[in-house]
């Protein structure tokens, strides 16, 4: 009998830590995990992130496999995390109705839910009992579904899908002008359910839309009508807004730790290298500690001053939340993944041995990463006094699943089992490369003979619409017709893509549609036009 090699004996200790913390609490028909087992509740965010841990130790698995039992724990582990992403998918396509009245109305009340039960796919709380809209998980969910079909899993099985994934983009691709409730789901930090715009949300919107643009979603056996097709434009103003507003997260957060998120692993939405380390110093210096990061300052949740008879705070007592903010260890993982993303070894050995110091384990062995450390009450005077002095205490869940996933995952990646490119098959770790210098090229035609003779007359000799065939060239507003027919789907009663509204960027590609080519004129051109015809 063959004996197990090292690198057996190390997976089948995270595949033991994965299955006692998260998978065995998988539902056997819907896929879904709830935050915690006493919970029926499956929310977006975590279930992707638990799927990221599966499919990681999947892929480690196939690399590592010993013996025929390896492979098929790789299989089975494979089928877990479609099942998770399915079952998710299931999920929204019930609230499809939802997702096509926001398309035009971008109200709160009608966004997707952010929490589902793990028995049935439905809803478990009222559209105005939560803050449902959180443009970043459902953005996050897009761009893993993205990474993980690049990958070679199979996750999307229909037509009638693909238009549903096709309207998920149509959701997002505003992130950059929706205030929503944001990576906490309780928007501005007076918790008084004020949605405002998010740095967090607009940054993984990007990179969902620039990893899902022109992916075909059945993968290599797939076809055009697959596809899914982003109007660049979006993504271009996503990133302008993103730029202008980082290292600040929004109106009320100066600095939020969930930026690291998109900086960094798994978002990878930031392309100014100088940008993303004046973030990252930033909660360094403002949000770091001994157990974690705090969230964001003034952050009263889990903390001993919260009153937990209520929700909400006033402003004027945010104050008494100062150096006491809870400390999230889930924070020194993000810091652990930038480290080994970037090739940086210091840092993430540094903050790994921080990380082990405040790990929970244990009879058996296992580490568990709990959801944060707060000040006791009899030590919040020491330490308001003396910040970082006092010992903390574990509080919330134990393991928080998104923590215990990522924590799995990072193991996994510092010990060689995966490669970063694995991870990342869509390479967006290569955003902040030196990209060629753009050439802005302006081709200028005649609408027909009579101007391109006026034309001549100044010296502009140029070609007419005709004589550039077999380019047709049409205005902007067929291409926006064009595509305002994607993601229509009969079946579920999807109307496509709402706004004519058609960028510079779209307009400055050639497009192919059956064997015909096709240019369209800017749309800022024409309304120019237009004005002055009518000023006339």
Do not use: C, G
């Given at each position: 009998m063959r004996s197990r090699s090292n690198s057996g004996v190390r997976l089948d200790y995270y595949q033991r830590i994965l299955y006692s913390t998260i998978i065995k609490n998988q539902h056997a028909v819907t896929g879904l995990i709830p935050a915690s087992p006493d919970q029926g509740h499956a929310w977006i965010r975590d279930n992707v992130y638990a799927a990221m841990s599966i499919w990681t130790l999947a892929m480690a698995y196939k690399k590592n496999a010993d013996l025929d039992e390896d492979r098929a724990k790789a299989y089975e582990l494979d089928q877990s995390v479609v099942k998770i992403m399915r079952g998710l998918l299931m999920c929204m396509m019930r609230q499809v109705e939802k997702l096509e009245r926001f398309k035009?109305?971008?109200s709160p009340k009608d966004?997707?839910?952010a929490k589902y039960s793990i028995e049935d796919y439905n809803t478990v709380v009222g559209d105005n009992e939560w803050g449902h809209l959180q443009i970043d998980a459902t953005s996050l969910y897009v761009l893993m579904l993205s990474q993980m079909t690049a990958s070679g899993l199979q996750i999307i099985f229909t037509l009638d899908e693909v238009a549903f994934i096709q309207n998920l983009v149509f959701y997002i691709e505003a992130a950059y002008r929706i205030p929503d409730y944001g990576i906490w789901e309780r928007g501005d930090k007076t918790n008084h359910g004020l949605p405002e715009l998010n740095a967090s949300s607009i940054g993984m919107a990007k990179a969902a839309l620039e990893a899902v643009n022109d992916l075909d979603l059945f993968g290599a056996r797939g076809g055009p009508a697959s596809m899914i097709h982003v109007l660049?434009?979006?993504?271009q103003n996503c990133q302008a807004v993103l730029e202008s507003m980082l290292p600040?997260?929004?109106?009320?957060?100066?600095?939020?730790?969930a930026l690291l998120s998109i900086v960094g692993f798994p978002a990878f939405a930031?392309?100014?290298?100088?940008l993303i380390h004046k973030t990252k110093e930033c909660i360094r210096r403002k949000l770091q500690g001994r157990y974690g990061c705090k969230r964001f300052l003034r952050d009263g949740y889990k903390t001993a001053r919260e009153d937990p008879r209520r929700q909400y705070?006033?402003?004027?007592?945010?104050?008494i939340f100062e150096t006491i903010e809870c400390e999230w260890p889930l924070f020194y993982i993000y810091f652990i993944l930038d480290g080994l993303f970037s090739g940086d070894k210091v840092q993430a050995e540094e903050y790994y041995e921080a990380l082990e110091e405040i790990v929970i384990r244990t009879e058996n062995g296992l580490k568990l990463l709990p959801e944060m450390y707060a000040v006791p009450p009899d030590k919040v005077e020491a330490e308001k006094a003396n910040p970082h002095s006092q010992e903390r205490v574990a509080v919330g869940k134990i393991p928080q699943m998104w923590g215990q996933s990522l924590y799995v995952l990072s193991c996994l990646l510092k010990e060689g089992f995966v490669a970063v490119g694995e991870l990342d098959p869509m390479n967006r770790r290569l955003i902040t490369e030196k990209k060629p210098?753009?050439?802005?090229q302006v081709v200028i035609l005649a609408e027909d003979k009579q101007i391109q003779e006026k034309l001549r007359e100044y010296d502009f000799d140029v070609?007419?619409?005709s004589e550039v065939m077999p380019i047709e060239v049409h205005p902007a507003r067929v291409l926006s017709e064009i595509y305002a027919q994607l993601g229509k789907n009969r079946k579920l009663k999807l109307s496509g893509r709402p706004s004519h509204d058609v960028g510079l960027l779209s307009t400055s590609k050639l497009y192919m549609l059956g064997d015909k080519i096709f240019a369209f004129t800017p749309q800022m051109r024409r309304r120019s036009y237009r004005s002055q015809s009518l000023r006339r």
């Open positions: 035009y109305s971008q966004a997707l839910h660049a434009d979006e993504a600040r997260e929004s109106n009320s957060k100066e600095i939020d730790a930031v392309e100014d290298p100088e705070y006033e402003p004027w007592e945010l104050h210098d753009l050439v802005v070609n007419t619409v």
